[in-house]
């Protein structure tokens, strides 16, 4: 950590990285993950506050009112649309709230073709990118789903399209 300063540009964005490494590619090394995903989550970076969330929601006890603030925090900082996703699935599966779910599905797909960015700089990540890819593509199946519970054909039909077809033509 002493390495990566957080005056420079991609301060934060590598502590961000250095805590997913930990928390997802070394066994038993969660306590670090917290260290490094807690610096970048209580920056000005939405995407380590997205995944310091995610921290809460997963790994701190299932900490879902702090997961939820910090997904907050993140997507009207910078329009993100995975923080929106978490936010409509913990009140799906959490809340068993699916209307306001779907509330935030669709505020996610409004967000999902914004780039990542880091004070004001766009940030080229391939992983993020495929992330997105399938958060789109999922949201949209989970749409298609919804609507055809509502017995709503015409929506239905649409989110199914999104979902068969927009991957094809990005």
């Not at 490494?21 to 969660?30: T, V």
């Not at 209580?42 to 921290?55: E, I, Q, R, T, V």
């Not at 900082?77 to 996703?85: D, K, N, Q, T, V």
Request: with cysteine; proline share 2%; aromatic share 20%.
């Amino acid at each position: 950590y002493s390495i990566v300063s957080q005056d420079k540009f991609y301060g934060y964005p590598s502590i961000n990285n250095i805590g997913l490494i930990y928390m997802f590619q070394k066994e038993n090394e969660i306590k670090k993950a917290e260290i490094f995903i807690r610096k970048a989550g209580c920056s000005c970076f939405y995407f380590a506050k997205n995944n310091y969330g995610l921290f809460y929601q997963f790994f701190l006890n299932n900490n879902i009112a702090n997961a939820i603030e910090l997904y907050k925090k993140s997507s009207d900082e910078g329009e993100f649309a995975l923080a929106e996703y978490n936010i409509g699935y913990i009140h799906e599966k959490v809340n068993d709230d699916m209307k306001s779910a779907v509330d935030h599905y669709k505020k996610a797909l409004n967000f999902i073709n914004y780039p990542l960015k880091y004070k004001a700089t766009i940030i080229e990540d391939e992983q993020f990118d495929i992330s997105k890819s399938f958060i789109d593509c999922f949201i949209n199946l989970k749409l298609t789903v919804f609507y055809l519970s509502q017995s709503n054909l015409k929506m239905s039909e649409f989110y199914f399209l999104n979902a068969l077809f927009k991957p094809l033509f990005k």
